[in-house]
């Protein structure tokens, strides 16, 4: 059993950056793949981004390349996405998942954090 619980959302402008960290909790944490998540009013949930269990290995989403960063401490048990030339189109609620492997499928990820909002103005 792994507890997810995302921080570090807020409202930035437009070209700015936000660092969101995913907190897990268990022993297990390590042994999971990571991926975020988000979820814009109106439309279906998306994937962001993910991470293999021991970071060798990342996945981004083509709208993302090169704009966000995601990483992992596993001794600290914490995922982050570092999100930097943010566009209002990147406005949404941001979920951590952990998951078996390295995926942009939901299905893939077995345990789910609250989210946290981000908010991107022009």
């Known amino acids: 059993q792994v507890q997810l619980v995302e921080s570090g959302g807020g409202l930035v402008q437009a070209g700015g950056s936000l660092r969101l960290s995913c907190a897990g909790s268990g022993r297990t944490f390590s042994r999971y793949a990571m991926g975020w998540f988000r979820q814009a009013p109106g439309k279906e949930r998306e994937f962001v981004a993910a991470i293999s269990w021991s970071g060798g290995s990342t996945y981004y989403v083509d709208s993302v390349k090169g704009r966000f960063t995601i990483s992992r401490d596993n001794a600290k048990n914490t995922v982050h996405l570092q999100m930097n030339s943010l566009k209002p189109e990147d406005t949404a609620v941001y979920y951590c998942?952990?998951?078996?492997?390295?995926?942009?499928?939901?299905?893939?990820?077995?345990?789910w954090g609250q989210g946290t909002q981000v908010t991107v103005s022009s």
């Open positions: 998942a952990a998951g078996s492997s390295v995926s942009g499928t939901e299905d893939t990820y077995a345990y």
